[in-house]
């Protein structure tokens, strides 16, 4: 193979395709014993492009004076100097590692089961983390899962992780396993030279969690933002993959020849490129960084409460968002990593008060900090909600398992103590246990499915948001002559209006954010 030849092998030309970004919305009807002339809309796109906007209501002459609405349209969603979607698909499609090729596949799962030390595991089974890696290659289409072992090892650290009984035993195993594609081995990451060797002696394609995992989250990538994480996750996957082929390739004596008069070896070409493609990646992601804080401080603005639904991939995160918030957009789907992208959801508590759900990426055990690293752009978002509220599937063999790798996970987010203390913990999927009764204390369980448990959440829910906001809950003497009580409507969330006809006056529970009552006691001096 010439220099050349290797060089178009490894960076394949660009392949450019475009997705149009849809629009979802979602109009905030205020309670039905009080309408007033303005309402506040929230909309949200894919591109997670959060934007607030007045709608100006008002009553036509139709019949039973229903309310007209026309949108004001603001430009707050301009993409301005943001990375265009071509752009992104340009990075996303440009040095794709080589996971395994299109077209129907045939795993053979292996399973090193670690007898002792550091990598020992201490909550789990070797039997349940092989269920995990069977459903991780179900949820790729076409894959499916031929044959499955599990070998116990003393010595993981090992380049071939088996002693050398259990490896000859493997590899007879493998190569008289008719139509294997590839051998998927369930550790969280497989060194270049461990790689290498096993494709050596098995003469196929061998793949680790991290490897498998990234293959499902390009397979469900849709924004820009989870294209350009997942861009970035990939890089250290290029990089000892390009060791490995350039090693190949030294052997055959042209590694450390010269590219044309460029005064570059093929290696130092190809990190250089793919350094700069890096670079590239880490900038397009920053300016999405501050346009999404730019988006958070408008929602600050607006005091709309944000609660951050977290949990191991598929406890049921996007069918309990839809429970609370009865949006029939969200359609939650039962596969691992079915979400990768943070989406806002409006719904309302039993005091009428608007809160905004923030569905995010499902976590999995034993993934490198790599790939969390890349993401932490999006779950940045966690760290800045007034609420947490931690699913777990209660159903699921491995709960206890998944709940510590889920906070594990939190605390290297570094997600504030604050949060992590006022945590609300939901059992999901209660109706899968018989006579389901929770036996940890402080949680809440509850049926996203049936919606059995959810008035309670919803009560639990609105107790610690009001707590958490500092929210102030008043009584207030409005007259029915002024602008108070619209304001009131617009501004806070009106819970109770008690008329005194005679006075022309009423009184009026509601649940208002300080820098709103600041502004009402501004307006309305001598009333407040």
Known sequence: MTMHHLARRLWPGFLQTSQKLTTVSWRYQKPPFYRVATQNSLSYNQDRSLTLSARQC???????????????????????????????????????????????????IVHPDVKWGSRKQYLTTAELMVDEAVGLVNTLENWRVVDKIILSTKTPEKRTIFGKGNFQFLTEKIRQTPGITAVFVNVERLSPSSEKEFEDAWGVKVLDRYSVVLHIFRRNARTREAKLQISLA?????????????????????????????????????????????????VALEQLRRKRNLLRSQRKDKDFPVVSVMGYTNCGKTTLIKALTGDRALQPRNQLFATLDVTVHAGQLPSHM?????????????LPHQLIDSFSATLED???SDLIVHVRDISHPETVNQKVNVLNVLKSLQIP?????????????????????????????????????????????????????????????????????????REATVQEVTVDADEGSAVVMVIIGTAAYGRYRKMFPARS
């Open 58 to 108: 008002k009553h036509s002459d139709n019949p039973g004076g229903r309310h007209t609405c026309h949108t004001e349209d603001h430009d707050e969603d301009e993409d301005g100097d943001l990375i265009d979607e071509a752009e992104v698909d340009e990075l996303f499609h440009q040095q794709v590692p080589k996971v395994i090729g299109d077209g129907e596949h045939r795993i053979f």
């Open 234 to 282: 990939e890089i250290p996957l290029l990089r000892s993959r390009l060791r490995n082929e350039i090693a190949n390739f030294d052997q055959q004596g042209g590694g450390n020849r010269y590219i044309g008069g460029s005064g570059e070896t093929l290696l130092e070409f190809q990190q250089r490129q793919l350094k700069e493609r890096e670079t590239k990646i880490r």
């Open 354 to 366: 608007t809160v905004l759900y923030v569905d995010t990426i499902g976590f999995l055990s034993q």
């Open 382 to 384: 966690v760290k800045h």
């Open 417 to 489: 103590d604050r949060l992590m203390s006022s945590m609300i913990e939901v059992h999901n999927k209660i109706d899968l246990v018989n006579d389901y009764h929770p036996t940890e204390p402080e949680t809440v369980a509850v049926s996203a499915l049936t919606e059995q448990g959810l008035d309670r959440l919803k009560t639990i829910l609105e107790d610690e948001v009001v707590r958490s906001t500092g929210k102030l809950i008043l009584n207030l003497k409005v007259d029915l002559s002024s602008a108070q009580l619209s304001w009131l409507y």
